[in-house]
């Protein structure tokens, strides 16, 4: 089995080198625009097309108003002035670059009379060159016509990261292929000997992907049943989530969908965070009946809760806290919300819950014949109704506390969202419960609804000057991929939404309680996972309207709104529903190369951050502007974390709090 190790690793990393290349060969960096009239030229960037804006009409200057599409009832903001018509056969120019992330309304007015002119929406490529004429039909007529054209076609920016995914998916699958391979005798019997290496899979489940054990009495009916067996499935989800989150964090090529979206809706970044709460709120029941199977004491285990959420808390805020790119960390301005602080606070509410009302799994469940039993449900009703205390908190201060200066249950971004008129109350009651107990100064302070990119990289790196410094004063501000300006600090990691997380992490343990509860009776576990993913799918219809802004409660990732929580939770169970059979029924597929993050992911979510500036993980690019540069970077830094915890699992090395 060695040297069919060593054939994996070598396929792996050629596999890996030609994704890689791929890349690198595909999709070009930034341009310049022609010169114009021998003023300086326009230099493209990152995510930016060219538009020449031609003013025909005689007498007359124009205004051009701009906005993304996806900016939800949003002021217009101002582009460019473009100067009157000189001459005959001389139009004012006026050269600009818009953003190309998401489709634009442009709208022209009569800068004297601030009278609309004209309005068009169109989706901009990257790197494409257009013009935009606007003047009369005919002479004589005062009917007014404003025509787009094509200069030069834009480029197709996300053909690198179809090629990758393409690559990655040929790796998943070559691997798979080569297991199968050794699985047969024959094959086995042609190269070597295996070496049997189940002695790592049969380590203990533990809340966040890291062996744990324990010891003491308890009373003889936690001891009736052997402890389960690890279920791959849960360690493939984690890493699943765990290192789209680990190539998320670290730019994700800087795609706009592989940023947060920046208020309602949903984007690729959106899906992780609450998927790895999912897994570990499946991952505390599994333990936890585990160790209390092994002879844990409820009280020792209380005590073992208490320090893992201490220490998650801690490690957040002292360890990976984004203020460090400040400069020294003080506690005057340290934030204290954030995204382990979360997972402590709610492996802590949630741990213990479960530690309260904990009962031995009933041996009649396992041979239970009928599909429709709700034991798993029915049995935890103390739980079910303080989580569902909890969402009714939420829903009273979310919807009926009086927030000054902003309109009762108010769900929206501020800044110029709903037309500028709430323009300091982001979040609504979320952010101003977050304000008034935490300060300002502790919170988060650029939000997805404010700010550009990751906290690793600063303003200037991707907030770039516009055509001409006039035009850059009156839009300092103004960048491609920030849609709402808001201005006051926000947390997405802040209080109310942690009541949310705990929602979400007490459906991960329903999943748990599926899993062990029926675990001789696949087919019951299947039919539980696809009636809870298309319940709670249906819950988010409901609340949603299925639309992204016009429903009762919109799927917010910034709020933890409860139809994110149950849209989320509703594809987590289904994408069990295709995990659970496929890794752990069939051995189809054994989870690689996400298990194996999936078994350390507190180790590899630490050093990922921790380490996210140092090389190999980053380096200096030779095209800043350039979305394949920016994707090889982030491939590669994410390949490598999942290299470490593939070298740890084979070394036994977990991290364990």
């Given at each position: ?17 030609a ?58 903001q ?29 709208q ?87 070496i ?19 010891s ?12 389960p ?5 849960v ?11 680990v ?8 795609y ?13 970044a ?14 505390i029941?599994l ?28 490690i ?43 009962k ?11 599909c ?9 009703w ?37 037309g ?6 982001t ?17 988060y ?50 209080i ?11 459906l ?7 899993l ?90 630490v ?10 993980f ?34 036994k090395?977990?991290?364990?709090i």
């Amino acid at each position: 089995m060695g040297g069919v190790g060593s054939a994996g690793r070598a396929l792996a990393a050629l596999l890996l080198a030609a994704s890689v290349l791929s890349a690198a060969l595909l999709a070009p960096g930034g341009s310049s625009a022609p010169d114009l009239d021998k003023k300086k030229p326009v230099e493209l960037k990152m995510d930016q097309a060219l538009l020449l804006i031609h003013n025909e009409l005689p007498g007359t200057n124009l205004t051009v108003y701009w906005n993304f599409d996806r900016c939800y009832h949003c002021l217009l903001q101002v582009l460019a002035n473009v100067s009157q018509r000189r001459k005959a056969g001389e139009p004012g120019i006026a050269a600009v670059a818009v953003g190309t992330q998401h489709g634009s309304i442009l709208q022209l007015n009569y800068t004297a009379e601030d009278k609309e002119v004209c309005r068009l929406e169109y989706k901009f490529g990257e790197f494409g060159n257009y013009s935009l004429s606007v003047k009369h039909v005919r002479d004589g007529v005062n009917e007014i016509t404003c025509d787009l054209v094509v200069n030069k076609e834009p480029v197709d920016s996300n053909l690198p990261v179809g090629i990758a995914f393409l690559v990655g998916m040929g790796l998943i699958i070559a691997v798979s292929f080569l297991r199968f391979l050794l699985s047969l005798e024959d094959f086995q019997n042609w190269i070597s000997k295996a070496i049997n290496s189940r002695e790592t899979d049969r380590l203990i489940n533990s809340e966040l992907g890291s062996p744990s054990r324990a010891s003491d009495t308890q009373p003889e009916a936690w001891r009736r049943s052997a402890a389960p067996l690890r279920l791959r499935c849960v360690d493939t989800f984690r890493g699943m989530a765990l290192i789209l989150m680990v190539f998320v964090n670290y730019g994700g090529g800087k795609y706009w969908y592989f940023k947060h979206s920046s208020w309602n809706g949903l984007t690729v970044a959106d899906l992780v965070f609450p998927w790895f709460v999912f897994i570990m709120g499946a991952s505390i029941f599994l333990s936890m009946t585990s160790v209390l199977q092994r002879g844990c004491s409820k009280f020792r285990l209380l005590g073992k809760i208490a320090w893992r959420s201490f220490l998650l808390i801690c490690i957040g805020i002292f360890v990976v806290n984004p203020n460090y790119c400040l400069g020294p960390l003080s506690w005057e301005k340290v934030r204290i919300p954030g995204v382990l602080q979360r997972l402590g606070a709610t492996y802590f509410v949630v741990a213990v819950l479960e530690l309260l009302f904990a009962k031995p799994v009933p041996e009649t469940c396992a041979s239970e014949r009928s599909c429709f039993s709700l034991l798993d449900v029915t049995a935890s009703w103390p739980q079910w109704l303080i989580v569902l205390i909890l969402e009714g908190v939420w829903l009273a201060l979310t919807f009926f506390l009086p927030v000054p200066g902003c309109p009762t249950g108010y769900l929206g971004p501020g800044g110029i969202g709903d037309g500028g008129r709430f323009w300091n109350c982001t979040g609504g009651a979320a952010g101003y419960v977050d304000r008034l107990l935490l300060g300002d100064q502790h919170l988060y302070q650029h939000p997805s609804s404010a700010s550009v990119t990751h906290h690793t990289l600063s303003w200037p790196e991707v907030c770039w000057p516009q055509v001409g410094s006039e035009f850059l004063q009156r839009n300092q501000k103004h960048c491609w991929d920030v849609l709402y300006h808001t201005e006051v600090a926000y947390d997405p990691e802040g209080i109310l939404g942690t009541i949310n997380s705990i929602v979400m992490a007490f459906l991960g343990v329903q999943a748990g309680k599926i899993l062990l509860y029926y675990k001789d009776q696949t087919r019951g576990i299947l039919i539980r996972f696809a009636a809870w993913g298309c319940l709670l799918g249906l819950v988010s219809a409901a609340l949603t309207k299925a639309s992204e802004n016009e429903g009762f409660i919109p799927v917010n990732k910034n709020l933890w709104s409860v139809s994110y929580v149950t849209t989320l939770s509703s594809w987590a169970f289904l994408a069990l529903l295709v995990l659970y059979p496929v890794v752990d029924v069939k051995g189809l597929w054994t989870g690689a190369p996400f298990f194996y993050p999936g078994m350390n992911s507190i180790l590899v979510y630490v050093g990922h951050e921790v380490f996210a500036n140092y090389f190999p993980f980053q380096w200096k690019l030779g095209d800043p502007q350039s979305h394949r540069e920016h994707l090889v970077q982030n491939t590669v830094a994410t390949a490598l974390w999942v290299l470490i915890a593939y070298v740890l699992y084979k070394k036994k090395v977990f991290w364990k709090i």
